[in-house]
């Protein structure tokens, strides 16, 4: 049978939130709670960091002229970052939030926020590993259920359970199990993503930073071609967690699908992704139009909620149209090589 095209994909996640509507209701009150509640700063924290490096002595005129840009674009930062926002901070594994990344200015229609003020590195730390693994959990919540709703209304009905004990567990156990794994599975991805780019990020900067010292403009281009290939790197895990959530993968056979993936369906993937990207950014700028102190931001939210959920869920029909296809063709390649082994003549 043949897998449904890109646009097929989109047309059927949107038309699964419209028949589940509560797929939304995560996303609507994380941005409200973003708008609406308080908000916590780290100004002071920032203002402290801009006076001690603007007390150094520097006898190079660009270098004080420098260093005095980058303190007032990290003093406008500092007023304008809410730190709650990275209860939406990792791509593809968080509840999609407007607000998170596009923090609102100005009063809310309640009047001025409660600040919340963080005054110490240790503080802040604490935060944004807190406020990170709660969205973890919340994302989770999130994709689970969606990918439930796609698995269920795509894919064939599943298999009675299993011979022996296994089939004697409640439905809700069985379930239950499977949620907790999925969401190992999920942490112990994000922890990897989270250590490689530890590890990959810093001498990657120092590398860039060496390379321009020695050969000024060679260094742009080394930082160019440095992103490229984290780039290229990432979109091979493009398919990890909807074969995770949808395929019920283990992370290893996730990830073996993903590149799989990518590779023999390269022209619909891109495909895929321009125009994720096309409607998301376009639609993203519709959204914002109202003001931080108007309720008709709340179209926005719930627009952008709708849009987000269902450009998800087009990407998870796009991965469980398609992994068959991929299975398949594994098991050809397989079955003909140990076809070939067998009919090849002896020495």
């Given at each position: 049978m043949h897998p449904l095209g890109v646009v097929g994909c989109l047309t059927a996640g949107f038309d699964l939130v419209g028949r589940y509507p509560w797929l939304i209701s995560l996303p609507v009150l994380l941005d409200l709670f973003l708008w609406l509640g308080p908000r916590l700063s780290i100004a002071p924290l920032l203002n402290r960091f801009i006076d001690l490096l603007q007390v150094q002595s520097i006898p190079d005129a660009a270098m004080t002229s420098q260093i005095a840009e980058v303190g007032q674009f990290l003093r406008q930062f500092g007023e304008q970052f809410n730190l709650l926002s990275l209860l939406s901070s990792l791509p593809l594994l968080?509840?999609?939030?407007?607000?998170?990344?596009?923090?609102?200015?100005?009063?809310?229609?309640?009047?001025?926020?409660?600040?919340?003020?963080?005054?110490?590195?240790?503080?802040?730390?604490?935060?944004?590993?807190?406020?990170?693994?709660?969205?973890?959990?919340?994302?989770?919540?999130?994709?689970?259920?969606?990918?439930?709703?796609?698995?269920?209304?795509?894919?064939?009905?599943?298999?009675?359970?299993?011979?022996?004990?296994?089939?004697?567990?409640?439905?809700?156990?069985?379930?239950?199990?499977?949620?907790?794994?999925?969401?190992?599975?999920?942490?112990?991805?994000?922890?990897?993503?989270?250590?490689?780019?530890?590890?990959?990020?810093?001498?990657?900067?120092?590398?860039?930073?060496?390379?321009?010292?020695?050969?000024?403009?060679?260094?742009?281009?080394?930082?160019?071609?440095?992103?490229g290939l984290i780039v290229y790197l990432a979109m091979q895990l493009l398919f990890v967690i909807p074969g995770v959530m949808v395929g019920e993968r283990g992370l290893w056979r996730a990830t073996w699908e993903s590149i799989g993936l990518i590779r023999m369906q390269s022209f619909p993937v891109m495909g895929l992704i321009v125009l994720v990207m096309i409607i998301h950014g376009g639609l993203t700028y519709i959204w914002l139009?109202?003001?931080?102190?108007?309720?008709?931001?709340?179209?926005?939210?719930?627009?952008?909620?709708?849009?987000?959920?269902?450009?998800?869920?087009?990407?998870?029909?796009?991965?469980?149209?398609?992994?068959?296809?991929?299975?398949?063709?594994?098991?050809?390649?397989?079955?003909?090589?140990?076809?070939?082994?067998?009919?090849?003549?002896?020495?």
């Amino acid at each position: 049978m043949h897998p449904l095209g890109v646009v097929g994909c989109l047309t059927a996640g949107f038309d699964l939130v419209g028949r589940y509507p509560w797929l939304i209701s995560l996303p609507v009150l994380l941005d409200l709670f973003l708008w609406l509640g308080p908000r916590l700063s780290i100004a002071p924290l920032l203002n402290r960091f801009i006076d001690l490096l603007q007390v150094q002595s520097i006898p190079d005129a660009a270098m004080t002229s420098q260093i005095a840009e980058v303190g007032q674009f990290l003093r406008q930062f500092g007023e304008q970052f809410n730190l709650l926002s990275l209860l939406s901070s990792l791509p593809l594994l968080d509840v999609p939030s407007l607000l998170a990344r596009h923090a609102p200015e100005g009063v809310s229609p309640l009047g001025e926020p409660h600040v919340l003020v963080v005054t110490s590195v240790l503080m802040m730390i604490v935060w944004a590993v807190a406020l990170a693994l709660v969205g973890l959990v919340f994302g989770f919540l999130y994709l689970n259920g969606l990918a439930n709703r796609v698995r269920d209304t795509h894919l064939p009905a599943k298999q009675g359970p299993a011979q022996g004990s296994k089939a004697k567990e409640p439905e809700q156990t069985v379930e239950a199990r499977s949620g907790m794994w999925k969401f190992v599975r999920v942490f112990l991805f994000a922890a990897g993503l989270l250590v490689a780019g530890m590890v990959t990020i810093p001498p990657l900067v120092l590398a860039v930073g060496i390379v321009e010292t020695i050969a000024p403009g060679t260094g742009f281009w080394l930082l160019m071609f440095s992103m490229g290939l984290i780039v290229y790197l990432a979109m091979q895990l493009l398919f990890v967690i909807p074969g995770v959530m949808v395929g019920e993968r283990g992370l290893w056979r996730a990830t073996w699908e993903s590149i799989g993936l990518i590779r023999m369906q390269s022209f619909p993937v891109m495909g895929l992704i321009v125009l994720v990207m096309i409607i998301h950014g376009g639609l993203t700028y519709i959204w914002l139009l109202p003001s931080a102190d108007s309720w008709t931001l709340l179209i926005g939210i719930v627009g952008h909620s709708c849009i987000a959920t269902g450009l998800m869920a087009a990407g998870f029909v796009f991965y469980q149209e398609r992994v068959g296809q991929l299975t398949e063709a594994i098991r050809v390649a397989a079955k003909s090589g140990v076809k070939n082994g067998k009919e090849r003549p002896s020495s």
